[in-house]
């Protein structure tokens, strides 16, 4: 592997790992006995909901200031979060910076994107690319529960460290491979010239309400917003499952069997995730299975976590194989791609928070099969 692939992948592999940590160990940063869900639901859905708000801001700053340049900036605030979640047990603080590392998510995705594009071997790139980002995110629970004996914060400052290491590759000379330079400035691609030639001469807050405009646009004259609503409603579901299966399962798993169970989830989407690819089955048919697969893991998380976490993941990543598909033939463009990323982070975000409200009068249990039955209503909304 050269030094130019090592920089984006060690990148991208910290800050999912970094960002799945805290996970197995949600009860214990939320206070323990004296936090509660709705705390834990913070900190969890901190990152979800710093990441949905900085996702398209940051991607129209890429365009304009050169995306190495925010690269740097998404990984150094990754690195600063995860220092300080490392040393401190304040929950507020914790959540704050969650926050602030969900920002730095969202100023890394679409640069790194735009990179890998322009790379000669970008199809190779991007799968090696996205297997490393599963990866990452299984990592993260995985260690995060085994890692657990030996402290509760272990995994999470392993993987700061790590982070720290690729901030150190990004502002060195290695990380300037990413974008090639000529007399000391960013080399831009001829097809970007005009694209960004016209970024410079514009405002960012104007430029950002045409974006809003536009987005409004594809929201409400086309399919977009019920797949947008889809997305929003599987993530919000699973999100809801994760942010609590910790302290719903203190009493008959332990750290390392959760995080085993968890990082099943994003095993089974990487390869759901191939499958669905390669299926000769229309992107409606890909949804519904995905949705089947992902409800009837939730209905199994009261028994069976492992084979109900291997569900819940081969559904996502089934499902989302078939949104993108959706998504792509009603406009391909990377605004767009980047909006319907926004519907998956908002529903990561909002989803355990809005659910966590529910647990005390209801009970784990109710909500869990509640919102499998919610996540059913898919069914009734017909694509064309």
Same mark, same amino acid.
């Given at each position: 592997?050269? *030094?130019?692939?090592?920089?984006?992948? =060690?990148?991208?592999?910290?800050?999912?790992?970094?960002?799945?940590? %805290?996970? $197995?160990?949600? $009860?214990?940063?939320?206070?323990?006995?004296?936090?509660? =869900?709705?705390?834990?639901?913070?900190?969890?859905?901190?990152?979800?909901?710093?990441?949905?708000?900085? &996702?398209? $801001?940051?991607?129209?700053?890429?365009?304009?200031?050169?995306? &190495?340049? %925010?690269?740097?900036?998404?990984?150094?605030?990754?690195? @600063? =979060?995860?220092?300080?979640?490392?040393?401190?047990?304040?929950?507020?603080?914790?959540?704050?910076?969650?926050?602030?590392?969900? %920002?730095?998510?969202?100023?890394?995705?679409?640069? /790194?994107? +735009?990179?890998?594009?322009?790379?000669?071997?970008?199809?190779?790139?991007?799968?090696?690319?996205? #297997?490393?980002?599963?990866?990452?995110?299984?990592?993260?629970?995985?260690?995060?529960?085994?890692? =657990?004996?030996?402290?509760?914060?272990?995994?999470?400052?392993?993987?700061?460290? @790590?982070?720290?290491?690729?901030?150190? @590759? *990004?502002?060195?000379?290695?990380?300037?491979? *990413? +974008?090639?330079?000529?007399?000391?400035?960013?080399?831009?691609?001829?097809?970007?010239?005009?694209?960004?030639?016209?970024?410079?001469?514009?405002?960012? *807050?104007?430029? &950002?309400?045409?974006?809003?405009?536009?987005?409004?646009?594809?929201?409400?004259?086309?399919?977009?917003?019920?797949?947008?609503?889809?997305?929003?409603?599987?993530?919000?579901?699973?999100?809801?499952?994760?942010?609590?299966?910790?302290?719903?399962?203190?009493?008959?798993?332990?750290?390392?069997?959760?995080?085993?169970?968890?990082? %099943?989830?994003?095993?089974?989407?990487?390869?759901?995730?191939?499958?669905?690819?390669?299926?000769?089955?229309?992107?409606?048919?890909?949804?519904?299975?995905?949705?089947?697969?992902?409800?009837?893991?939730?209905?199994? +998380?009261?028994?069976?976590?492992? @084979?109900?976490?291997?569900?819940?993941?081969?559904?996502?990543?089934?499902?989302?194989?078939?949104?993108?598909?959706?998504? +792509?033939?009603?406009?391909?463009?990377?605004?767009?791609?980047?909006?319907?990323?926004?519907?998956?982070?908002?529903?990561?975000?909002?989803?355990?928070?809005?659910?966590?409200? #529910?647990?005390?009068?209801?009970?784990?249990?109710?909500?869990?099969?509640?919102? /499998?039955?919610?996540?059913?209503?898919?069914?009734?909304?017909?694509?064309?």
């Amino acid at each position: 592997m050269n *030094l130019k692939k090592l920089t984006l992948y =060690s990148s991208v592999f910290a800050l999912q790992g970094l960002s799945n940590a %805290v996970i $197995p160990v949600l $009860p214990e940063l939320a206070g323990g006995e004296s936090g509660g =869900s709705v705390i834990s639901s913070l900190i969890f859905s901190g990152y979800f909901m710093g990441a949905f708000l900085a &996702l398209v $801001p940051l991607g129209i700053l890429a365009d304009r200031i050169g995306s &190495l340049k %925010v690269i740097r900036f998404g990984m150094l605030l990754t690195a @600063l =979060s995860g220092l300080v979640i490392t040393f401190s047990d304040t929950p507020w603080i914790l959540g704050i910076f969650r926050f602030l590392e969900g %920002v730095g998510c969202g100023a890394f995705f679409p640069a /790194a994107f +735009s990179i890998l594009a322009e790379w000669k071997d970008s199809q190779q790139s991007l799968g090696e690319f996205n #297997f490393l980002l599963n990866g990452g995110l299984a990592a993260g629970v995985f260690f995060s529960g085994l890692l =657990s004996g030996f402290g509760i914060k272990t995994a999470i400052s392993s993987f700061t460290f @790590l982070a720290g290491f690729s901030c150190i @590759l *990004l502002l060195s000379r290695t990380g300037e491979l *990413l +974008s090639p330079k000529i007399n000391g400035k960013e080399l831009i691609h001829e097809k970007n010239e005009t694209h960004v030639k016209n970024h410079q001469d514009t405002l960012l *807050l104007p430029e &950002l309400k045409n974006y809003l405009k536009k987005a409004r646009r594809t929201l409400f004259n086309t399919n977009f917003g019920k797949i947008w609503g889809i997305s929003v409603l599987l993530y919000g579901t699973t999100g809801l499952l994760n942010a609590n299966y910790a302290d719903y399962s203190a009493g008959f798993l332990t750290k390392p069997e959760l995080g085993l169970a968890i990082s %099943v989830s994003y095993l089974a989407a990487m390869m759901s995730s191939l499958i669905a690819g390669k299926a000769d089955i229309n992107s409606n048919n890909i949804i519904r299975t995905g949705i089947v697969l992902a409800a009837a893991g939730i209905f199994l +998380s009261v028994k069976l976590p492992l @084979l109900a976490f291997f569900l819940i993941g081969a559904g996502g990543g089934t499902a989302v194989v078939g949104l993108i598909i959706a998504v +792509s033939r009603i406009n391909s463009s990377g605004f767009v791609m980047g909006l319907f990323n926004t519907g998956i982070y908002a529903g990561l975000g909002f989803g355990p928070v809005l659910g966590s409200f #529910f647990l005390g009068p209801l009970g784990y249990e109710v909500v869990f099969i509640g919102s /499998a039955v919610a996540l059913l209503s898919v069914f009734f909304i017909k694509l064309e």
